[in-house]
T-cell receptor, first 112, second 114 residues
Framework: AQKVTQAQTEISVVEKEDVTLDCVYE???????LFWYKQPPSGELVFLIR??????QNEISGRYSWNFQKSTSSFNFTITASQVVDSAVYFC?????????FGAGTTVTVRA | DAGVIQSPRHEVTEMGQEVTLRCKPI?????LFWYRQTMMRGLELLIY????????DSGMPEDRFSAKMPNASFSTLKIQPSEPRDSAVYFC????????????FGPGTRLTVT
């Protein structure tokens, strides 16, 4: 069975602070894909990143970075120097074939 | 290029009424997904079409829900009769392949059943 756990329900930070979102997954598959999506207050789902299970290299994109550790089944996401526009719900998801299983989401609030 | 288009963006209806949600996938995409987002259950897959054929409808909650894809550029999700517990945001997503590695989501339809 596929399962994605985002233990943090809400995180509140002051602008310019770093924030790390945790994601732990469960799967029996050896090949799988992990995703992060952002859902701003306007409601749409915005794709941020996709990683496959064979690529454990960490990735940095601007202020965003991702840490994938297969040994601990974790795919964590860090926003560096957070900004008010980063306020959103962030979802981690696991893809098995065509089925995306989403975590419950972490609400990030960045205060000015 | 236009993304996934959903209509209406907001729908308010009374219990017992029929509701039809519409989706136009990105041109050239051959996979289409309907998701539902609620506070209680989060984001869950309702149904998956590939090349206009329903492949997996195991997420459809009950017989009151039905989905169709009469052609590659249009899909509907119908609820008949609607109930207050159907209130949710319904997302449509499309993907260029069968593996769904690149799912592009529409803006969603916020449904309120009173």
């Amino acid at each position: 069975a596929q399962k994605v756990t985002q233990a943090q329900t809400e995180i509140s930070v002051v602008e310019k602070e770093d924030v790390t979102l945790d994601c732990v997954y469960e799967t029996r598959d050896t090949t799988y894909y992990l995703f992060w999506y952002k859902q701003p207050p306007s409601g749409e789902l915005v794709f941020l990143i996709r990683r496959n299970s064979f690529d454990e290299q960490n990735e940095i994109s601007g202020r965003y970075s991702w840490n994938f550790q297969k040994s601990t089944s974790s795919f964590n996401f860090t926003i560096t120097a957070s900004q008010v526009v980063d306020s959103a719900v962030y979802f981690c998801a696991l893809l098995n074939d065509y089925k995306l299983s989403f975590g419950a989401g972490t609400t990030v609030t960045v205060r000015a | 290029d236009a993304g996934v288009i959903q209509s209406p963006r907001h729908e308010v209806t009374e219990m017992g009424q029929e509701v039809t949600l519409r989706c136009k996938p990105i041109s050239g995409h051959n996979s289409l997904f309907w998701y539902r987002q609620t506070m209680m259950r989060g984001l869950e897959l309702l149904i998956y079409f590939n090349n206009n054929v329903p492949i997996d409808d195991s997420g459809m909650p009950e017989d009151r829900f039905s989905a169709k894809m009469p052609n590659a550029s249009f899909s509907t999700l119908k609820i008949q009769p609607s109930e207050p517990r159907d209130s949710a945001v319904y997302f449509c997503a499309s993907s260029p392949g069968t593996r769904a590695l690149e799912q592009y989501f529409g803006p969603g339809t916020r449904l309120t059943v009173t």
